[in-house]
């Protein structure tokens, strides 16, 4: 059973193009994350939603619009495409901190290339 | 803002030997996790092991285990008879209650040589 997925796993783009990326998770989670992994390996927090609300949106450009329609998925939407959005986008699930269970789920990742 | 640092970005180690890879954070709360994230050449992200600021006994994880100085905010991770699926990305990660989101170190690549 896949906990979270993720599509498409590899997207490749051209500049100026706008491309969304899906993410749903089957672990009841309220909490769900997009994280970007840039060419160094540096994995970096963009948005973090709590029940289908935003609660982290930690200096993304205005390009990228998560949405959720319900606590399972959280999909990133990014307008505009530039050579700099190529990266890993890693979707990830948690529920809230405070147990001694407490970790973050993470998807497959997705690798976009923008050429 | 609480900052992740690994100072190692790359270590080797004998297989069956043991290593260990070093994490420190720099933090002004008091209650906050720590963890230790693997990434294979598969790129998935997998846990390896987690250690909560108010336990002050160790986490250990079947060959993998941690040294937690949470004065010294350090948070170090062994690797024992290190074997050939051992080799990945590692990289350290903190949490703090009430605000969700992970600060990553900038990751450790581990090679295990046969």
């Known amino acids: 059973d896949t906990a979270v997925s993720q599509t498409p796993k590899y997207l490749v783009t051209q500049m100026g193009n706008d491309k969304s990326i899906k993410c749903e998770q089957n672990?009841?989670?309220?909490?769900m994350y997009w994280y970007k992994q840039d060419s160094k390996k540096f994995l970096k927090i963009m948005f973090s939603y709590n029940n289908k609300e935003l609660i982290i949106n930690e200096t993304v450009p205005n390009r990228f619009s998560p949405k959720s329609p319900d606590k399972a998925h959280l999909n990133l939407h990014i307008n505009s495409l530039e050579l700099g959005d190529s990266a890993v986008y890693f979707c990830a699930s948690s529920q809230l901190p405070g147990t001694d269970t407490y970790e973050q789920y993470f998807g497959p990742g997705t690798r976009l290339t923008v050429t | 803002a609480q900052t992740v640092t690994q100072s190692q970005p790359e270590m080797s180690v004998q297989e069956a030997e043991t290593v260990t890879l070093s994490c420190t954070y720099d933090?002004?709360?008091?209650?906050?996790?720590l963890f230790w994230y693997k990434q294979p050449p598969s790129r998935q992200m997998i846990l390896v092991i987690r250690q909560e600021a108010y336990k002050q006994q160790n986490a250990t994880e079947n060959r993998f285990s941690v040294n937690f100085q949470k004065a010294a905010k350090s948070f170090s991770l062994k690797i024992s008879d290190s074997q050939l699926g051992d080799a990945a990305m590692y990289f350290c990660?903190?949490?703090?209650?009430?605000?969700?989101?992970?600060?990553f170190g900038t990751g450790t690549r581990l090679t295990i040589i046969p």
């Open positions: 990660a903190y949490a703090h209650f009430g605000n969700e989101k992970l600060t």
């Open positions: 933090t002004s709360e008091s209650d906050y996790y």
């Open positions: 672990l009841g989670h309220d909490t």
